[in-house]
């Protein structure tokens, strides 16, 4: 990483252009280009629509019954979606202002910006002490707090500072600037005392580093205190890049490359722009492997490859991708579209401001990454052809049950067939207390319950580092991937196991159009009668008949085939944790047999079609 003498020195020399903080110069001609673009159409629709809400209802309360729910029931989007749609509505106010001024909405916008300034704490209840002993014996008062919302607000209202110029109220400014410094700049640099997120190898140091460190960058002119606040988070990003092995790969999921990896990004550029390029956190070790890794897990847009705590379908951020490419040259996801200002639900200004500045709709379209990817440290392995014009894939992991976001999966896959997931990874269940607590595993999106791999003896896979899957063998021939996964340690000692290995071998033919999966799990037992439920998980109805499962979805096709002289096959609708925002049908295919001797050997073989377009 660079070193702090190099951070100053290029700090206090810095020359950069102030319209250019952004990675964009803020011209007439830019804001022109951007209402005339098509690709943002859309996207400008809603913000006007979003605007004139603003303009015409009420800023929702954030109430302290609201508040208190978290610590009272462990429930968080009561409080949440008042607190995200203020975020809202200051993201599409100050856009509206910037590119298209509307009667009203600068003084809208003001009494927004005031109201922000009036809340209590700009980080969540999640994130707060989670009870009010712990509340009395913290050292940061709430108000003072910096998680990763209270440092995106500050980064919003910096950067809405940045954007509006001198058209907003002094006193607003002044209040904004002096809320930041109390709030913010005040906690994070002037102790000795360091918030978790400062040495932390998940997303929370970048997101925090990054959008604190951007507000940084925008508002502070003493060079001298910039250059120590910077340096500061310099570290913290580098904790982040620590989080990553060679291979580059996300164990959080897409979602949270998307959202940590992008922080990185943005503050990487603002910083370059500041520095007038002596500055390149993108030239870093690391950076061009964690920069693919997006291009990989891609499946038919918007699906990906799923595992952790990944939302369903993300979208991805136009301008961030447009940006590592023409940067770096990073493999692109396939884009097929700007994103609409309601799909990220919590606002961010970070991204929607870069999309509409950095994103390159020569981009769009571009071919999907085909081959065979194997992420030798997070033991992902990923296979995407193109067949009669459509996407297959498969994808399988190992790895360990501790990681960040960790869901006990050990020996999970899924199959995309046609341009369609039909086996799944359910990917992020619903946020509360008990989702991130004691309770964790009980959730059906996290268990091993939830996945598609075995219950052992009545045991389920344990949560923990010490259980593992281990790649033994990854095969990559011309016709045929065969992955070996050596799953003993992913039970406990209670599953009875001397051994399980889950091999896989998967092909695509391109001649038929077709692809097949051959699984087969092989165990030994340390008793002669075992109990064995092989599991099976979709959000598509399948369809059982003597033999054989089939999962016939609207873009593609899976016929599962398996020794119905051993299992019997059973159908289960799960519940969906009870989420009130993503409400979803979830179907479990079970086979099970009470009969399993000291030495068993199940073959499962998927036949993948697609349909006809």
């Keep these: ?22 990675g964009a110069p803020l011209t007439d001609e830019l804001k022109k280009s951007i209402m005339q673009s098509e690709v943002f159409a859309p996207l400008l629709e809603d913000i006007r629509v979003e605007s004139a809400r603003a303009r015409k209802e009420p800023v929702p309360a954030l109430l302290f019954s609201k508040f208190h729910l978290f610590v009272k029931q462990g429930t968080r989007v009561e409080y949440q979606k008042p607190y995200y749609d203020r975020r809202g509505r200051l993201l599409a106010l100050a856009l509206e202002c910037w590119l298209f001024p509307v009667e009203g909405t600068l003084e809208t916008l003001e009494d927004l910006l ?8 700009w980080a969540l209840p999640a994130h707060l002490p989670w009870s009010y002993e712990k509340l009395i014996e913290s050292s940061v008062p709430m108000a003072q707090m910096v998680d990763l919302f209270a440092a995106e607000t500050a980064h919003a209202l910096a950067e809405t500072l940045y954007l509006l110029q001198d058209r907003l ?11 930041l410094e109390r709030r913010v700049f005040g906690p994070v640099f002037s102790s000795a005392y360091t918030f978790r997120w400062e040495w932390r190898t998940s997303n929370w140091a970048s997101v925090c580093a990054g959008a604190v460190g951007m507000a940084a960058l925008l508002l502070i002119d003493d060079g001298e205190r910039l250059a120590g606040m910077i340096g500061r988070l310099v570290g913290a990003m ?15 999921g897409i979602s949270y490359w998307e959202y940590g990896f992008g922080y990185y990004v943005y503050f990487a550029e603002m910083l370059r722009e500041y520095t007038g390029g002596e500055l390149d956190l993108l030239q870093e070790d690391k950076i061009t492997a964690i920069a693919r890794f997006p291009a990989v897990v891609a499946l038919t847009s918007p699906q990906s490859v799923s595992f952790s705590d990944c939302v369903e379908q993300p979208f991805l951020s136009t301008g961030l991708h447009s940006r590592l490419h023409d940067r770096i040259q990073a493999p692109l996801p396939v884009m097929t579209r700007a994103a609409r200002f309601h799909e990220n639900a919590t606002y961010r200004f970070s991204q929607t401001v870069r999309n509409l500045l950095w994103t390159d709709s020569t981009h769009f379209h571009r071919p999907y990454a085909e081959g065979t990817y194997v992420f030798t440290d997070a033991s992902w392995v990923v296979d995407k052809r193109m067949l009669s014009g459509t996407l297959f894939a498969f994808a399988a992991k190992g790895g360990h049950n501790n990681e960040p976001h960790n869901h006990n999966d050990l020996g999970h896959f899924i199959l995309h067939a046609g ?35 075995p219950v052992i003896n009545g045991c389920v896979q344990g949560a923990g580092e010490s259980y593992r899957g281990i790649v033994r063998e990854t095969d990559m021939g011309q016709q045929m991937l065969v992955v070996k996964l050596d799953l003993t340690e992913a039970y406990p000692e209670a ?21 097949e999966l051959k699984m087969t799990d092989a165990f030994v037992f340390r008793v002669s009668t075992n109990q064995l439920t092989e599991a099976f998980i979709s959000l598509t109805e399948p369809l059982i008949e003597k033999g054989c499962v089939i999962w016939d979805g609207d873009q593609g096709k899976v016929e599962m085939y398996y020794e119905a002289d051993l299992l019997a096959a059973k159908h289960e609708v799960l519940r969906n944790d009870a989420n009130p925002v993503r409400t979803r049908v979830i179907h479990r295919v079970r086979l099970h047999t009470s009969k399993a001797p000291d030495q068993a050997e199940f073959l499962f073989r998927f036949r993948c079609t697609a349909k006809p377009s």
């Excluded at 109220?169 to 809320?179: A, D, F, G, S």
């Excluded at 009875?496 to 998967?506: P, V």
């Design 1 to 22: 990483m660079i070193s702090f003498n190099r951070i100053r020195s290029a700090i206090l020399s810095a020359k950069h252009t102030q319209d250019h903080l952004l």
């Design 114 to 121: 005031w109201m922000i300034c009036e809340e209590h704490s």
């Design 169 to 179: 109220n002094p006193w607003v400014v002044h209040r904004v600037k002096e809320e």
């Design 238 to 252: 580098a904790c982040f890049l620590e989080g990553f092995a060679v291979d580059g790969c996300c164990q959080e």
């Design 419 to 453: 341009g369609e997931t039909l086996l799944v990874d359910l990917g992020q269940g619903a946020y509360t207390r008990d989702y991130f607590g004691d309770k964790r595993y009980e959730h059906v999106h996290t268990s091993s319950e939830g996945h598609s791999v």
């Design 495 to 515: 599953a009875g196991l001397s051994s399980f290995n889950r091999t896989f071998q998967w092909a695509c033919d391109p001649a038929s159009g077709e692809a």
